[in-house]
């Protein structure tokens, strides 16, 4: 069974290379970037706050696949799957396999899923302005984390979710994917960000601001980085335009938000769009012209399964394959998901519908470049 | 007679210049043969047999002499592996333009069966491909050799096509295709037997390569068939109606790509540690750019040649965009953009491509921009160094101590046997040092603030920008342009006797309002374009034969013995 699923997993794990230097924009650029109103940037990371090393706080042990779960089920069909495989029946092989809670949660009843314990030091923001506790009582209720600065009240319920789950740990397949930039380099979507001033200076004023998804890939210089001060057209669909948003620049830091935001995601075999609901941005503008920081938000829980689940290679539907290699089973995230949300409770239920989540970005100034057809859309809006 | 002579021959140069003054009387340098260049060879094919035919092949080098490979065309030979490399591709052209897949569109007669000879259709192709070909009609002996040889191959092997690939590719290595060879009569000023006029088809090729870096369009070879382009009226109307076409933006293209080394772009490469923008993509949209630049203020809007120099739009693709700074809508493809003015960037001094050909792969050169500046825009000799220069002081380990390169420079300059050409070149040279290695502005090097500022020749200037402007109103300049046009036109470098015609060509180019246009058409129409002196010994036989250079006739042979043995003299 192990040789189906490395099949099924190449594409996704991929080869990684070194971890792109940064970028260095001219001093054209920034000069430029002090006199304009607008300014633009493209990112050229993209990571979740995934530890270095072990912080030793998953004293539960780590999260199983469904390949662990069925290893008795997995063992009886092996040969045959491969055989099947091998001969061409993806369709077949998989099959035999066990009911996929990747396409259908409700297959299987909840296995169970280790969520990180303790308030461990990550990034991110106090999205709701509250030091909360889990037993805090409210079905939203969740301990909060401390940033290396030592804020404490950080939301991050993503990284609760995911925190012991082998991929999301130290040199996991998800830690060394953001290490290379693998989604923003390797034929994947770039998230641009404009900013317009609308009072003051640029380094101290207010602005207004969007995010979108590119059109298509960024484009990479000699040596493999995103080209600073390059065009970037923004997606056809303005379902990937956020709508405006407010900020300022205060004491070289941009703060800005909240504003909802579905931005595209691909990395190997995913390809799909977050949905960020709420999201805040903080960054420190650097003197080169770039920026480093932190959007914050909360990750739509439903969206949150759909990303982890819908993976394919061709029509192949391997979110199983995906979650056994990760390290989670999707059943278990499936349940869990609405255990960790803490954010948008519905207004009958009073069920948490997302999750707070955070992304670390890097970004270099870039020329956002709206779409004719974009624009011929928002008119007739 | 003499007498009556005299006055027709002034007549017939008032009909040609109009009412204004006429060209000084000048005779025109030795004839030459000139080997066809790269794209002179491809654009040759194309009109022959259309744009589907590829061209795959190497094409020996050129030599660039004077600063123009259009003087060094008449200076070089076909060396066996080169030769090998033409017949290679003529087959290879044969073989694409006789394929059942466009045979049809190409060929201008299809035979009665594709397995046997058909007299009629070979002759009427060879006749019919090989008068575009040989830009001039085919005699009865070119013909039919060839004709003879195809029908005997197509018998053998039972394949019309088969004997036609051999007829075609024959052509394609025909030294009359290689080479524009002149061919010259004796002007009829008996009392000047030296003085030769070409003929009717040579003066076609010379105009047609001059405006359009093609071969004689139909209306050209017909044209000088009836004999009309020694004629001042058939003359001027040809060469207004070619000024005219679409074909000048490619002769436009071809001199400025001559005149800015843009050859050299070919083997350009840069320390991408350095320049990590930099990629052949990027060069090559940079060489367009500059060249479609040019085109579009000098034939398309019709402007002044000096603001060249000055205009801050320019051609602009995707790629370049990071270079310039400037956003850039249009994904594949070119859109105009205008250049910043806090980049202090404007004219073809700031242009990217400049920029990258006239550096060091990991670094700019002030001197290196300088001599081009000075050789290929000022029209002046730059002597070359001397062998003993210290250039350490240039080598990136010492830039903690000399930050610029106006630091380096003037320790350089220190040493007396470099100042007197540093004092040439650098001014004008660090008046571009803000556009790095590949043309991206910066205001400082190695953390320390360029100074742009400088002096050309006694006019002062702070940025690029001025100094753009500088030249745009430098007298030096457009006369530069004129000479360099002059001698791409005639191929040769001009005589002594032809002093007097540069200036009047510079009057005139300076009263059209420096119209690139009306330069060309004034230089195509000049006594000096039409006629030429003949070799001392030929002079005394030429009465009656045409003077021919000394390439074997085509007629014979498909294969050439092309070695040029007489020099011009300049």
Not at chain 2, 376 to 387: D, I, N, S
Request: charged residues 25%.
């Amino acid at each position: 069974m192990k040789y189906l699923i490395f099949i099924a997993l190449v594409a996704l794990l991929g080869a990684c290379g070194d971890k792109s230097a940064s970028v260095a924009p001219t001093e054209a650029v920034v000069a430029a970037a002090a006199e304009d109103q607008i300014r633009g940037f493209v990112f050229t990371e993209w990571a979740y706050d995934i530890p270095k090393e072990d912080p030793g706080d998953c004293p539960k042990g780590m999260n199983i696949t469904d390949e662990d779960f069925f290893s008795d089920e997995y063992a009886e069909v092996r040969d045959e799957v491969k055989r099947r495989f091998d001969a061409g029946d993806h369709e077949g092989a998989l099959g035999l396999l066990p009911a996929d809670a990747c396409k259908d949660p409700s297959v299987w009843p909840d296995p169970g899923h280790v969520l990180l314990e303790g308030n461990a030091s990550v990034v991110g923001l106090d999205l709701d302005s509250e030091n909360t506790r889990a037993d805090g009582g409210g079905q939203c209720a969740h301990d909060d984390f401390i940033d290396a600065n030592g804020q404490t009240g950080i939301d991050n319920q993503h990284y609760r979710l995911m925190g012991c789950v082998k991929g999301f740990r130290p040199d996991g397949l998800f830690d060394r994917l953001f290490d290379t930039n693998n989604s923003i380099l390797e034929n994947g979507y770039a998230t641009l960000l404009e900013m317009k001033l609308v009072e003051g200076t640029t380094t101290d004023g207010r602005v207004e601001a969007r995010l979108f998804t590119s059109a298509g890939p960024i484009t990479k210089d000699a040596n493999g980085n995103v080209v600073p001060d390059m065009s970037q057209l923004v997606h056809d669909d303005t379902l990937f335009h956020s709508a405006v948003f407010r900020g300022e620049i205060k004491d070289g830091v941009f703060t800005a938000g909240p504003v909802d935001a579905k931005l595209k995601f691909k990395v190997q075999a995913i390809d799909n769009y977050y949905w960020f609901r709420d999201l805040r941005i903080r960054a420190e503008m650097l003197a080169d012209g770039s920026m480093k920081g932190v959007l914050a938000g909360y990750w739509d829980i439903k969206n949150a399964f759909n990303f982890l689940t819908e993976v394919y290679i061709g029509p192949l539907h391997l979110g199983r394959a995906a979650a056994n290699n990760i390290g989670y089973q999707c059943a278990g995230v499936y349940h869990a998901l609405p255990r960790v949300a803490d954010g948008h409770p519905d207004p009958k239920t009073g069920q948490c519908t997302s999750m707070s989540t955070v992304i670390k970005f890097a970004a270099v100034p870039a020329f956002v470049i709206m779409p004719e057809s974009s624009v011929q859309l928002a008119q007739q809006k | 007679m003499r007498y009556m002579s005299r006055i027709l021959i002034g007549a017939s140069v008032l009909l040609l210049f109009g009412c204004g003054s006429a060209d000084p009387s000048a005779t025109g340098g030795p004839l030459a043969m000139r080997r066809l260049t790269g794209e002179q060879y491809r654009n040759a094919i194309e009109d022959a047999f259309g744009s589907q035919v590829e061209v795959a092949g190497r094409f020996e080098p050129d030599n660039r002499q004077e600063g123009l490979n259009a003087l060094g065309a008449s200076r070089v030979a076909v060396t066996r592996s080169g030769f090998e490399q033409y017949e290679a591709m003529a087959r290879s052209i044969a073989a694409q333009a006789t394929s059942p897949e466009l045979r049809a569109d190409i060929l201008p007669c299809q035979p009665r069966s594709a397995t046997a000879p058909d007299n009629a259709c070979m002759a009427q192709i060879i006749s019919e491909l090989g008068r575009t070909l040989l830009r001039r009609p085919l005699t009865e002996e070119d013909i039919q050799l060839r004709a003879e040889v195809a029908t005997r191959v197509a018998e053998e092997q039972q394949d019309f096509y088969a004997g036609l690939q051999l007829a075609l590719a024959s052509l394609m290595v025909a030294p009359d295709f290689l080479f524009r060879v002149e061919v010259a009569e004796p002007a009829p000023l008996p009392e000047q037997p030296e003085r030769l006029r070409l003929t009717n088809l040579s003066l076609a090729t010379k105009l047609s390569y001059f405006l359009w870096n093609r071969g004689p369009d139909e209306t050209l070879l017909a044209a000088a068939e009836r004999g009309e382009l020694t004629q001042p009226e058939g003359l001027t109307r040809e060469v207004d109606r070619m000024v005219g076409s679409e074909h000048l933006a490619d002769g436009v293209s071809a001199f400025f790509e001559d005149v800015f080394v843009f050859d050299q772009f070919d083997e350009l490469s840069k320390d991408v540690t350095q320049y990590p923008l930099f990629n052949n993509r990027v060069a090559a949209d940079a060489r367009e750019q500059t060249l479609r630049f040019v085109v579009d203020q000098l034939v398309t809007q019709q402007a002044d040649y000096r603001s060249l120099f000055t205009s801050n739009q320019l051609p602009m693709t995707r790629s370049l965009g990071p270079i310039y700074g400037i956003p850039v809508r249009t994904v594949e493809g070119w859109e105009t953009a205008t250049l910043p003015a806090k980049q202090s960037r404007s004219g073809l001094l700031s242009h990217a491509s400049f920029a990258m050909l006239h550096s060091h792969p990991g670094r700019s050169s002030p001197t290196l921009r300088g001599v081009f500046m000075r050789e290929a825009l000022l029209c002046q000799t730059v002597p070359e160094a001397p062998a003993d220069v210290d250039f350490t002081q240039f080598t990136q380990n010492v830039a903690a101590v000399h930050k610029t390169a106006r630091d380096r420079l003037a320790v350089h300059a220190t040493q007396a046997s470099c100042r007197k050409c540093h004092a040439l070149t650098d001014p004008i040279g660090l008046g571009l040092e803000s556009f790095d290695g590949i043309g991206k502005f910066r205001v400082s090097e190695n953390e320390s603030a360029i100074d742009t500022s400088g002096d050309f020749d006694g006019v002062a200037f702070s940025n690029a920008a001025e100094l753009g402007q500088a030249f745009a109103e430098s007298p030096l300049v457009s006369a530069c342009l004129v000479e360099n046009l002059y001698r791409y036109a005639v191929g040769r470098k001009q005589t002594n006797g032809e002093r007097r015609l540069l200036r009047y060509l510079e009057d005139t180019f300076a009263q059209s309002g420096y119209q690139l246009p009306a330069l060309m058409r004034n230089i195509a129409t000049s006594e000096a374009f039409r006629t030429a002196t003949a070799p001392a010994i030929e002079a005394r036989t030429a009465k009656q034969e045409p003077t021919r250079t000394n390439a074997q006739s085509d007629s014979d042979s498909t294969t050439l013995t092309l070695t040029l043995s007489r020099s011009e003299s300049t």
